[in-house]
């Protein structure tokens, strides 16, 4: 299992904003291990209960609260990761529980019973937490980052766009999936993630370009078709 406690923050900003944003902050930071010419791709499978509790609790800011996902960075792989995010207040903790390419399939088709077989107490928690939630497959996000990265205080700062989804299917390992653009071109999410406080060089560097708080999640905006949500 992999763990992380942290501090997250999201603001949008427009695309001149973040290529000098990301100048400066490769200047004094070091790029995530990778990052190509054009970042890295990221594709994440949403769960959430039949009354679809977890958009309901995120768009009324209830904390504290979860959200359930499985997140692959080629659909091709041989790899997931099963990853449970809990936000109370400020802090958030992400868990991850890495699968092979069988097991995730399992997942998606509805079959548990492999987290039995595991060795970690996350695996049995998890299959508790599905199974008494009644927690299904909803909405498959994908986009590309680049990130950049400080050592102190775990600081990670991440730039996503082309950001685009689909509920019509849900196999996450489809390299065909008919995804459909869910923000503006012309926007670009900027995540701000670090444990305790964040570095006055890279905040002086954060604080150079106009940005706009922003609350919404990348599930939210998956969820545009079925459930009616608009940013």
């Not at 769960?47 to 609260?65: A, H, M, N, W, Y």
């Not at 077989?117 to 299959?127: H, K, M, N, S």
Request: glycine share 4%; proline share 4%.
């Amino acid at each position: 299992m992999r763990q992380v406690t942290r501090q997250e923050k999201k603001f949008l900003v427009d695309p001149t904003a973040a290529a000098k944003l990301q100048r400066r902050l490769a200047a004094v930071m070091h790029e995530d291990d990778h990052n190509g010419p054009c970042g890295y791709s990221i594709r994440s499978l949403y769960f959430d209960t039949v009354s679809d509790r977890d958009f309901v609790e995120k768009l009324f800011g209830t904390d504290p609260r979860r959200k359930l996902r499985l997140r692959l960075y080629d659909p091709t792989a041989d790899f997931a990761l099963l990853e449970m995010k809990q936000k109370e207040g400020e802090h958030q903790l992400k868990r991850s529980l890495p699968l092979c390419r069988t097991e995730a399939e399992r997942l998606v088709a509805g079959d548990l019973s492999w987290m039995l077989e595991r060795p970690e107490a996350f695996a049995g928690e998890l299959y508790a937490f599905i199974a008494c939630n009644g927690y299904r497959p909803k909405a498959v996000i994908e986009y590309r980052r680049r990130a950049y990265v400080a050592k102190e205080n775990r600081i990670r700062i991440t730039f996503d766009s082309e950001i685009r989804a689909t509920e019509a299917n849900v196999n996450v390992f489809d390299e065909h999936l008919p995804l459909h653009p869910v923000l503006d071109p012309f926007n670009i999410i900027l995540e701000v993630k670090y444990n305790g406080f964040l570095l006055s060089y890279i905040k002086d560097q954060l604080n150079s370009v106009e940005k706009r708080a922003l609350s919404v999640s990348k599930y939210c905006l998956g969820r545009d078709i079925s459930m009616g949500y608009q940013f």
